[in-house]
């Protein structure tokens, strides 16, 4: 098999990186014996394509095309993320025409059938892990995060890309509600999260410094009240430490009873709830990223197969009625176009 994989987001401050940048370890890793990946977002002489995030979905491919959908907010909230939809119209029209979807949970899953009308025999769950420098660190390099970044002995941690606001991740309210404990906020951030009041922002750290950042936090709380995943509570647990969390399916689908949750909304009782958070904290779920990525060759076995029976042909036409049914609210002229 011949993969073009589309690896451009790597670079993303956000989980689609992690995302990215682990599945394509773990593909080369996995790879069968007669399996080569090119890392191109134009597939020239493929047997499959596979864009891992939304942006870079391709309406046509001359090859079969997987796509990874992290979740469908824009969708789901479509008042809150309106420019986000406008922009994302056309790539929703090529996931639908994709011969095969992956989502990282259940609740993914289930979003897009009802949103996208997708047929659920092209949709596989595959859940993300944490990825392996994510470990338990020692004291003496938690110490020395703790002095890089001026952390305080005891905090509350909260992490993730605060380059914009994001109105599901809660980050400014957790922020302003009352606590006993220091809140230590880690990812890149720009002017509006600095005016957060009393909370410590890293900046971007290196992944060794995250794993340290982790390990040193009394609990990670994390306030979200919309995900697709939640891979920073996975990533915490992974460190040994507690996670607190906002009760939403996705955390409870990918946690189970590995956390503690309070109702969606309660920041004051998510930070109580961190203050109190005990260790050992129990251990991640056991998924790996090796796993991750021989379900993801399954999936590329499965998009050749289909489109060697002619299903991607008839996928296509239910894709091009199935498109009619979107919002053209969230649709540009192109897509409107296409779609027409």
Same mark, same amino acid.
Not at 49 to 57: D, I, K, T, V, Y
Not at 314 to 328: F, G, K, N, T, Y
């Given at each position: 098999m011949r ?7 790597q670079?993303d401050p956000?989980?689609i ?10 593909l ?5 014996a ?8 134009? $597939?020239?002489?493929c047997?499959?394509?596979h864009?891992?995030? &939304?942006?870079?979905?391709?309406l ?8 990874t959908?992290?979740d469908?907010?824009?969708l ?5 993320y ?7 119209g056309?790539?929703? &029209?090529? !996931? ?9 949970s ?13 047929d ?9 892990? *944490?990825? $392996?420098v994510?470990? =338990?660190? #020692?004291?003496?390099e938690?110490? =020395?995060a703790?002095?890089r970044?001026?952390l ?8 993730? #890309?605060?380059?914009?606001?994001? $109105? ?5 309210a957790?922020?302003?509600?009352p606590?006993?404990?220091? &809140?230590?906020? !880690? ?5 509006w ?12 750290v290196s992944?060794?410094?995250l794993? *340290?950042?982790?390990?040193?936090a009394?609990?990670? %709380?994390?306030p979200?009240?919309d ?10 647990? !992974?460190c040994?430490?507690? %996670?607190v969390a ?23 009782? &998510? ?5 109190? !958070?005990?260790?050992?904290?129990? *251990?991640p779920p ?6 991750a990525?021989?379900?993801?060759w ?8 289909n489109?060697?029976s002619?299903v991607?042909?008839?996928v296509?036409?239910? *894709?091009a009625r ?5 919002p ?7 897509a ?5």
């Amino acid at each position: 098999m011949r993969l073009a994989f589309d690896s451009r987001a790597q670079g993303d401050p956000r989980g689609i990186g992690r995302y990215v940048r682990c599945l394509l370890d773990a593909l080369q890793a996995t790879k069968p014996a007669e399996a080569t990946i090119s890392e191109t977002h134009r $597939p020239r002489r493929c047997d499959v394509f596979h864009s891992p995030w &939304l942006e870079g979905a391709q309406l046509r491919t001359p090859c079969p095309s997987v796509v990874t959908l992290h979740d469908l907010v824009a969708l789901k909230r479509r008042s809150e993320y309106l420019r986000t939809g406008v922009r994302f119209g056309l790539r929703y &029209l090529a !996931a639908q025409h994709a011969e095969q979807i992956i989502v990282p949970s259940q609740v993914v899953a289930a979003d897009a059938q009802e949103l996208l009308s997708i047929d659920p025999t092209r949709i596989t769950v595959i859940p993300e892990a *944490a990825d $392996p420098v994510m470990r =338990r660190r #020692s004291g003496a390099e938690i110490a =020395r995060a703790r002095k890089r970044y001026q952390l305080p002995e005891h905090y509350l941690l909260w992490v993730g #890309s605060m380059q914009h606001p994001d $109105p599901r991740k809660r980050v400014a309210a957790l922020a302003q509600a009352p606590r006993t404990m220091p &809140l230590v906020l !880690a990812g890149p951030a720009r002017e509006w999260a600095y005016e957060l009041p009393d909370v410590t922002l890293t900046g971007a750290v290196s992944d060794d410094d995250l794993a *340290a950042i982790y390990s040193g936090a009394h609990a990670l %709380v994390f306030p979200s009240d919309d995900e697709g995943f939640g891979l920073p509570t996975v990533e915490a647990l !992974a460190c040994g430490t507690p %996670v607190v969390a906002c009760d939403t399916p996705v955390v409870r689908e990918v946690l189970g009873d590995r956390a503690r949750f309070v109702p969606r909304g309660d920041m004051e009782g &998510l930070l109580a709830a961190g203050v109190e !958070a005990r260790r050992p904290a129990p *251990a991640p779920p056991v998924w790996s990223w090796d796993d991750a990525a021989r379900a993801t060759w399954a999936v590329y076995d499965a998009a050749c197969e289909n489109a060697r029976s002619g299903v991607g042909i008839d996928v296509r036409r239910r *894709a091009a009625r199935q498109a009619a049914m979107l919002p053209r609210t969230l649709l540009g002229p192109r897509a409107r176009r296409e779609a027409s």
